[in-house]
Every structure is written in structure tokens, then in C-alpha cells.
């Protein structure tokens, strides 16, 4: 592993180049061409750091990689701390390849104000990054709540008639949960001493306590993720935004809140997670039900796809719930696969809107005939969100599903109905746009896709059957960190070696010493006791001197050894 | 803490009062023998005088590591009240700036407004350094009265004496209750120096007189910083002053006053804690219920900010509630992000003009994203911060002040807090909203930008605080946390 930051490279060179755009001067039509450029060369070019991270990622461990950690607020506590495991890794890729298709997406059907759409976007993915390889809970924070600022303004300002409506509803719901968040994280700092994730982790929190807290998060993770009932805001800022502002949210903010549930809730309050597990699945199952319910009923074709988003959230959260192996990576994997199928489907939405300026269903039809490229693309997505086994959809519903079949059968059961649910609007959907009559001239006269857009799905089609038919790409490097992550729900005491190295605050020098985890309980990890960290340092220094005698004893046996 | 002995040494300790207190009787005269340009020479001088100030204030900082008590007891100078004074120096150099260039837009400029800002100036400074209930009584009231003149500093409006008036007759009651107050405390410990009363109260127990005495203290106080329920005159003198002077009111006065209470509240009444806890967590809570709600429905923009100031105090009450060194070091955080926060939106609106005067309604900032880009981004994130959402530099306040009531105890002080701004978060936007997403109608009135340097130069500045916070936060909330511990 190298020592170059390549988190934080990650994290801020988006920023750098919102900055750069920010600068361009000359004529309007040289200011656009040129922002668009920048933006998408800095969006690319950090897909590149990406996969090059994905290269040089371990597989093997739930360790943290890439760890980085600078003094920030130290009489606080709080420091810079970055770091990905497996389940971050994931959605690291995941945000970082779908900013430049969002890009792409308005390369042609952003008209007004197009440096700052770029700009918009860019900062949006510092965001995002951020709030995945955050390693504090305050850090944390930040960035998850950072976001709600460049979406509030792509809702806002590129957003469609009833935008207004839709940025507040977005912003206000939003940040109403978070902020209990950020009690439960201050209640939680007082509890433990630290706002450190992976110390955190390891802490022991009181079961009343653990109740409360969790319901602060929870009320953050459940209006972020959406669940059934607070999942109202959703329907209306997906309408209302413009399309690549529908592919982030779908792709990535989502997956936020399932992101947290993965990171605070069950490993910090795993006790109360398995006390309210029970209430989740509930809400999951009337989501699940219920919303495909609704999206049968749709004549928008965007808000169909975003109550199905509501619908798939709801196997997510019902896999991480179950705390079992195949629950939760069934929920990571239908996260991943949510997240590059919805965002397509909104891409698609968005490639027959550049047409015809309407998304009512029935304006369209027999677009398979003028259209059958897209016919053909929309097809790959239409069956992964339906879960067709060979998609992606597919993998992750079937394991969340397996996952609650161990717990809870009747929620196993009506779960499942909704698969049937999902297969039948989509299948709808499909019929009514791409098959059927031509009954309008001008939707029998769009032209099929052009090559901007052929670059944005077509890559999304390929992942969607290559995740499907290898869904070992993900699950290899997420199941270590899930793991490790059901160990910590379970209660269990490592028996090797803890495999966190956080690095603690000495009181007395303000200075981080790194503390090589011996077989000490959690509570010590994160006490504020200056001695353990002298305790660690001098228990390093014996071992050092016990392996110099051995050594000594060694050479002095080969010295006899050559005198005799 | 150390006695000083003869009077020059008292001179000596009270050294940023006395130069200020000669400047601006100077100034007075100077200005009023000046024929030509008084207004401009006297606002010049005042800031160069402030500049000149705040490095004095710099420089005593090596010789106060121990707090230093002056004229037999009245007066005290340490770290904390250097710092705060710093502070307020800085404060009324942005406002002067601020107020210099609006009255000359709109022809209102006379020399009496720089000196009657030194003088409120001066009061303040009595008030952080007070130790004695006198002291701060005529710090106070020196600080007032000035404020009220420069409320009805525009004697064209018919709305200034208005707001002159209402304020004058409010505070004057607001004194009333203060000095009513002040002689139970008299009455019941005998003396009203604060070192003395802060053995004699210590470990008292409950005491009716002392409770009502400290009661009606805190009730003028309240007036002061207009903490819900005595915050009626804020909207209408926010509302009726001249928009320079309304950011001069809404910088500077709170910070001082925050601090004078948190002098009062931690040293001589630290022992009735138990007491005046629930007083101020009442007031706390009704600031932030009030001034988040009433705030949904204004249509000024000084009204609203005046509903945003009220919210804000509650916040910076919280701190005071939670008490003890980590409370003090966040309120002292709070109002220093605050002041930079207001001070920049101030600088927005009074940088868009309407027929020469600053934009007075929400609507005027419609389609401003077009036509002054800059302008609206600059204001986008003031609001954003003040709505408290990162990584800007109104989150790190509003974090330490949970931070510190969390810690204390008080939980549901902190959720209704956050819940809140929540609300609050609803009317900055609508500002967002207006300048961004509603489209500019064809027959407004063209906004004016004003071309001067300094005006936004202080606005680039204020700016690049709010939004630099994030990298550095340790900075001020160390500092904070070191200049406190003189306090308790």
C-alpha cells in the first residue's frame, strides 16, 4: 500500500476542478464547451484513482486501508480520519462512476447555467466520496450533510415546474432526520470519548442508551435511504429534478442511508439493532407492497421509477437487518445494483424527455420500431431491475431474501410478492413505451440514440450483465468487512488480533500514537487514560527487547556452534 | 488575581478604555471645528483609531496571564475580556466601514456617527471588564444611549424616531428592572463588587431576595440581547434604523452583553447556579422556538434578520446553560462565527441598492443569481452557514454549543435546538430560493451594485472566514477554550 494520500486526492480533486471552472473567463459558448471539458476530465480522471485503488485494495481483510489521519480538532478528539473497507470501497467506485455519466448526460440537454451545473456536480461528488471514506463521526457528518447543498441547488435551479417544492421538501425532510443524527452522535461522544468510527465500533454502549441513539440515527438513515413512511420527499424530488440530478440521487444518495445503517447502526448499536430489527422488516415489507402498489399506479414515467426505488430500499434494508451473511451482502449488493440500474433507467427516462418534453406514459409507444437500440438498452435495464436472474437485480434480491427466510418467514413471504409486483409494473412500463401501437406522430419520429448517449448507458448495460453473471467482483471484496461487521453485531470478542489499529490521542502531548491492539477490551481502547498508550509503547519496547535477547541467544548458539 | 496599586497603574490596565474614552472626546471636538468633509475624516480616523486599538489590545496580551483588578476593585482585565474587546474593536471597524459608505449613498452622513459608535464602543468595553454591578450598569448604559441616537440617525424617514423611541423607552425599562435588581442583590450580600460577592455567595443556599434580585437582573439583561420574551423591539429598530446601523446593532452590542452576563452568571452568582439555570434555559428555549417561527412569515429582510438574531441568542444561551469552562469556550465560538456570519450578510445587503438605499425586501433579491452572480453566491453561503449546515463556519459554532449542552445533560435543550433549525433552515432558504430559482420579473427596479473597494473587501473577507472555518476550526475553538479559563 502507498503512503500518498489517494482518499483524500479522491475526495478533493473534484473540488479542485469546480475551482478551475469557476475561473474560465471568455464568450459564453467558450465557457460552456470549457467546463463541460474540465468537468469531465476531472470526473474521469478520478474514476481512474478509483479503479487504481480497487487494484491495490486487499481483498483478504476488513482492516481499513488507505487509512489517513491528520489533527483537525484535537481538544475535541475529532481528526481527519479517512479510510475505506470493503463496503465503502464499493460505493467509492460507485459514486465515482457515476459523476461522469451524469455529466455526460447533460452534456447535451443542459442548457442554462451549465458551469455551474458542472460545478454543482463536481462539488457533489467531493461530497459523496467524503461521506463514504469518512472515518469520524463528526467528519462523517460533514459530508452527509454537505450534499444537501449542491442537490437543493440542482433541484432548484435545473429542476422542472414544481422544483421549489420539491428542493424544500428535499432539503427540509433531510435535514430534519440528520440533525437528530448529530444529537445521537454528541450523546454518543459523551458516552465513549471519542466521535472515532472504528473505535466506536469496539465500544460497549449501555442497552437503554443503545436504544435511544439508534433511533437518532435511524432517523437520519430512514428519510435518506427512504423508508416507508418518511420516503414522501423522494417521489416528488426525482420528478422535479433534472436528469442527472435523478441518476445521483437514485445511484448514490440513497445508498447513504443504508450506507449508515452498515456503519453505525448495527455495529454500534447492535443490541438495539436486533431490538428493532423486527419493526424494519415491517416497514421494509409495507414499503416493498405498498410503493410498488403505488408505482403500478403511475402515469409518470419517472415517478414509477423512483417509488420502485422506494420498493428495492426496502430489500436493502430488510438484508442488513436480518444480521446474517446473506442478508446484508444481499443488501450491499442490491445497493450496488440499485444504484447502476435506477440511475440507467432515470438515463433512459431522460434520452426520450430530450425528445418529446413530457413523461407521461402514453404519450409514448412503438418506440421499438424508430428506436431499437434503445429499445434494446432499456430492455437490459427494464429486466435487471425486475430481477431477472443473469442481472445484477437479480443477485442482490435473491440473497436479502434468503437472508429473512432464516429469520422471518411471513416477512420472507410477503417480501417476495413484491418481486411479482416489481415484474409487473415494469413489465408495464415497458410494454406501453417500447412495444404497442405508434400512436403519436412526433414519438414515432424520435431519432434513436446518439453517441453521448450511447456512452452513457451502454456502459451501465455491460455492468448490469457483468455483475449479474459475476457477482464475485463485489462479493469478494465486501464479505471479509461483513464479516468482521456481523462479528461486531454478534457480540463477539476477537480472537485474533482486533483489526482496527486506531490511533489514539495521548492527553498529555496532544500527539497520535499509533497502538499495536493486543487482546485489550474495547473500553480500554477508547478511555481517555493516558497510561495505556505509555502501557502499549513500553509493552512494544519488551517485546523489541525479548526478540534482541532471542536474538543474542540465537547468535551466541551459532557461535558455540562454529567453535565447536 | 492581582490588585493593581496607584493610579497610573490603573491607567495603565485600563489602557484600551481610557484611549478610547480621549479619541473619541477628541474626535468630538476635532470633527465639530472641521468644516468640510467632517464626516469622512472622522470615519477615516475612527478606523484607524480601531486598528490601532485592537493591536494595543494584542500587545497587553504577555502582561494579563493573571487577571489584574483595577480602581479599588471596579474594573478587571484578563485574557478573556482583551479578547472579547478585540473582538468588539473588529466588530464596529466592519460596521464603521459598513456605515461610512451607506450614509454616504444616502446623504444621512454626519461625523456624530463614527464618535457615537466609538462611545457605545466604549460602553462595552466597561461591560466585558466590569467587576462591579456599577461598573456594569454604567458600561450598559453608555452603550445604550448611544445606540439610541444612532437608531434615529436618519432623521429623514419617519420610521427612525419610531424605532428611536421604542428603543430608548424599552431599554430605559429594561435599566429600571436592572438597577431594581441590582439593589436586592445590594440588599441581600451588602456589597456589589463582584469579587466580594462572589465569596459571600458562594455556597449560600437558597435565598428569596438574592433569587428575585438576580431574577430581575437577568430580565434587563435579556432586553439587552433580545432573548424571547423581551425581544419586542428588535424587528421594529432593526426594521427603522439605517441598514448600516442595524448591522452595526446586530454585530457588535450582543457579543459584548453574551459576554457580560457570562461574567455575571460564572463569578460572583457561580454559587446560585442552581437558580439561574432554569431562567436561562427558559430563555434559551423560547429564543429559539420564537425566532425560528416568527422568521417563516417576514417579507423584510431586516425583519427576518432581526428573527435570525433572536434565534441565534437562544443558541448562544445554550452555552451558558451548559455552563462550566467547555460552555463558556462555545459560546464564546458561537458569537464570534456569528458576528462573521452577520457581518457578511449584512455586507450583501448593503451592497445591492434600490434607488440608493439598501434593498429593504426579500423580493428585491429576485434574479440576482443573474444579475450579480457573486453577490448571490456570497449570500447563498452566508445563509447556508447561518442555517448551520457544513462545512461552513456556522455548523462549528452551533456543534460546539450541542457539543457543550450534551455534555451537561441537557438533551432535550439540544434536540429542540436542532429541531429548530430545522424551521430556521426554511427562511434562509426562501433567500436561496429567491435569488436562484424564481425568475426576475420585467418591471422591477434595477439593483444597483456599490462600487466600493473596502465594502467588499470586507465582504471577500467575511466570506472567506465562513467558508475557510473548516479547514482550521482547531484554531478559534483552542483559542476559545484558553481565553475562558480566566472566567471560571
Known sequence: MTDFPLLSLMTFLPLIGAFFIMLIRGNDADVVQNAKNVGLFTSLFNLGIAFYMVALFRPDTAEFQFVETIRWLPSLNISYHMGVDGISMVFVVLSALLTPICILASWNSVHTRV???IVAFLVLETFMIGTFCALDGVLFYIFFEAVLIPMYLIIGIWGGPRRVYAAFKFFLFTLLGSVLMLVGLLVLYREVGTTDIPALMEADIPYELQLWLWLAFFASFAVKMPMWPVHTWLPDAHVEAPTGGSVILAGVLLKMGGYGFLRFSLPMFPDASLYFAPMVFWLSVIAIIYTSLVALAQSDMKKMIAYSSVAHMGYVTLGIFTATTQGIEGGIFQMVSHGIVSAALFLCVGVVYDRLHTREINRYGGLVKNMPKYATVFMVFMLGSVGLPGTSGFVGEMLALVGIYQVDTLVAFLATTGVVLGASYMLLLYRKVVFGEQKNADAAAMKDMNKVEYLTLVPLAAMTIWLGVQPSIVMDRISPSVENLLRQVHNERPVAPAKVEPNIMDPKTGIFVPIMPTDNTPKELISDEPPIAEQAIEEQADELNDEMNNRDADSQVEDNGAAE | MIQSVDVFQDIKTAMPEVATAAFALWLLVFSAFKKHQAFAVASFLSCAFLVGIIVVCFGMFGQYDEPVVAFGGLYIQDYFSLSIKMLIALGTLISLIYVYFDMKQTQIGRFEAPVLMILSMLGMFFMVSAHDLLTLYVGLEL????????ASFNRHSYKAPEAGMKYFILGAIASGMLLFGMSFVYGFAGHTGFGVLEEVLNGTTYNVGLTVGLAFMLVGLAFKISAVPFHMWTPDVYQ????????????????????????????????LQDQWVQIVYALSMASMVLGAFAGLVQTSIKRLLAYSSIGNIGYALMGIVAGGADGGASVVVYM???????????????????????????ADFKGLSKTSPFHAYAMTLFMFSLSGIPPLAGFFGKLVVFKAAVDSGYIVLAVIGVLTSVVAAYYYLRIIKTMFFDEEDAGMDEIQIVPYAAQHGTLVATLAVVVGFCVVPAVLIEYAEVLVRSLF
Open chain 1, 115 to 117: 458551469r455551474e451545473y
Open chain 2, 143 to 150: 452603550q445604550s444611549l448611544a445606540l439610541y441616537i444612532l
Open chain 2, 240 to 271: 427603522g434604523a439605517p441598514a448600516s446601523v442595524t448591522a452595526f446593532f446586530a454585530i457588535v452590542p450582543k457579543i459584548a452583553a453574551i459576554c457580560l452576563i457570562m461574567r455575571l452568571l460564572n463569578g460572583p452568582f457561580g454559587g
Open chain 2, 336 to 362: 464570534t462565527v456569528y458576528m462573521i456570519m452577520t457581518a457578511g450578510t449584512f455586507g450583501v445587503v448593503l451592497s445591492l441598492r434600490k434607488g440608493g438605499v439598501a434593498v429593504e425586501e426579500i
